[in-house]
């Protein structure tokens, strides 16, 4: 069981999940070292507040870093040796990105994992190495839900294939230098301090600005979204929860984070609608190169191992979600 003498390695910590992570663990007295490079892909100004909520912690260490570039990240390693456990949440994020910028996702996904995974190889006693993958790794599959034993050999986007990519090389680490490890996917995560290039955030902005909000597949879209909370609790069971070394095999997991429903988007859209108390312009489109038409996350590994048990359905999360966003924006 980890400790909360026991300093973290937090990586992205100014984006979403990291900052949100970072948080939680905070405000439970762990010690924290987050990195972020603090780039432009949305808006600088909400990591920077992110960022300045993190500094009013004591317990809280922060470098601006490029998880990509080794002498740095070797630097700010060598500078915390107590560090045993790392969270690599760091990733250039979003499917439609990668068919404009895909040198992007190659440093920061392919270069930055590895990076991290040759600092953890390199420590005597390293105990835990957690890292992001994502529900699109599943691709073109069509059986639902998604499980973890599924084959994923058909990704539709770039940034997909990144993820599968930080996968297989760290089971090949696992393998040859025993790191503990574990991959998590991540099923559509929303919720307050969220992404300005999710769809909530989108259809929000574009609800309260009279814009219309775009609906790919006219409609015809259904996704597992899930809370930031509910995320968390997966990534602290997870840090709990450490694939056992003590065996032939690669101590090397991958869990699915999900809430285990599949909601309809106009419904997603409506949940909005109804928190804003005004309706949204709907501008109804095709599918969009990359996009997969349903996800669905199987839980049940994760329920098992990991303790995990979402709580928040979006009837709850999306006025959350508003209500922050309303005070944020000073609406």
């Known amino acids: 069981m980890l400790t909360s003498s026991s300093p973290i390695l937090v990586t992205g910590v100014a984006g979403f999940i990291g900052y949100s992570l970072a948080s939680h663990l905070l405000k439970n007295g762990y010690l924290i070292i987050g990195i972020d490079n603090l780039n432009d892909y949305y808006d600088v100004t909400l990591k ?63 270069m930055g994992h590895i990076v991290m995974l040759e600092l953890a190889r390199h420590r005597k006693g390293f105990k835990h190495f957690i890292y992001a993958s994502s529900s699109s790794v599943y691709g073109g599959n069509t059986k639902l839900p998604f499980s973890v034993e599924d084959r994923c050999e058909t990704p539709v986007s770039l940034y997909a294939a990144t993820k599968k990519a930080d996968e297989l090389m760290t089971q090949s680490y696992a393998h040859l230098y025993r790191i503990p490890s574990t991959g998590l996917r991540f099923f559509t995560v929303y919720g307050p301090w969220g992404r ?97 038409q349903e996800s669905l996350a199987d839980i049940t590994a994760s329920e098992r191992d990991l303790n995990y048990s979402p709580t928040t359905p979006i009837s709850e999360g999306i006025p959350k979600f508003i209500k922050w966003y309303k005070e944020y924006y000073k609406i």
């Open 48 to 110: 920077h507040a992110r960022l300045e909520n993190l500094k009013s912690f004591s317990n809280f260490k922060f470098y601006q870093a490029n998880i990509a570039e080794r002498s740095q990240m070797q630097q700010i390693w060598e500078l915390h040796p107590e560090i045993m456990h790392i969270v690599n949440l760091a990733a250039q994020a979003g499917v439609r990105y990668s068919l404009i910028n895909p040198f992007a996702y190659i440093e920061a996904n392919i």
């Open 196 to 292: 300005p290039d999710m769809a909530v955030f989108l259809f929000t902005k574009a609800i309260v600005n009279d814009q219309p909000i775009q609906v790919f597949n006219y409609g015809e879209m259904k996704r597992d979204f899930t809370y930031i909370d509910d995320i968390v609790k997966g990534i602290v069971g997870a840090l709990n929860s450490p694939p056992s070394n003590e065996t032939a095999l690669p101590p090397h997991k991958v869990y699915n984070l999900g809430n285990n429903i599949s909601e309809k988007l106009l419904n997603f859209i409506h949940y909005i609608e109804d928190s804003l108390g005004k309706k949204a312009i709907l501008k109804m489109l095709p599918l969009q190169a990359g996009d997969v």
